[in-house]
């Protein structure tokens, strides 16, 4: 991750800066770089993403995932229906069984995503470390705190 220490940095609110340096040919040896180099900051990228965008808001990331289950679930449900409507024999087909997979895992997603947040404040809570960072505080001196 310490190719990604400017863009934490910025996250955090810090100003971030560059310095001209001199570059020198290389002399000896062989460079390092290859394409599994590159793979993995791609993948460190995608992490620092990830973690930046849902580390704070587990309930957008499981409740959003939760919700297109659900939907899922209700048209294999419909489809279900429908095949039962029609006098298909259900007994040796998956439908059934996928309906009820899919409306299990969204409720279940949802249900965890509250527990997250739930944690989260109580963590958050009891810490000094905020979520987020403060540039500055402009108190209002007619209002008591």
Avoid at 40 to 49: L, P, Q, T
Wanted: net charge positive; charged share 15%; glycine share 8%.
């Amino acid at each position: 991750m310490h190719r990604f220490i400017p863009a934490l940095l910025k996250i955090k609110g810090f100003n971030i800066g560059e310095l001209v340096v001199n570059h020198r040919p290389r002399t000896a040896g062989k460079t390092k770089y290859n394409w599994k180099r590159t793979v993995k900051g791609f993948i460190d990228m995608i992490s620092v993403w990830f973690w930046n965008k849902y580390a704070v808001r587990p309930l957008h990331l499981l409740g959003s995932t939760g919700i297109v289950m659900i939907f899922l679930g209700i048209i294999c449900a419909m489809w279900t229906t429908l095949l039962f409507i029609n006098g298909i024999d259900l007994t040796d087909n998956f439908q059934p069984m996928i309906t009820i997979v899919f409306l299990l895992s969204g409720l279940f997603c949802i249900i965890s995503g509250f527990i997250c947040d739930i944690l989260l404040k109580i963590y958050f809570g009891l810490k000094v470390d905020l979520p987020y960072s403060v540039k500055d505080m402009i108190r209002n001196e007619n209002v008591d705190v």
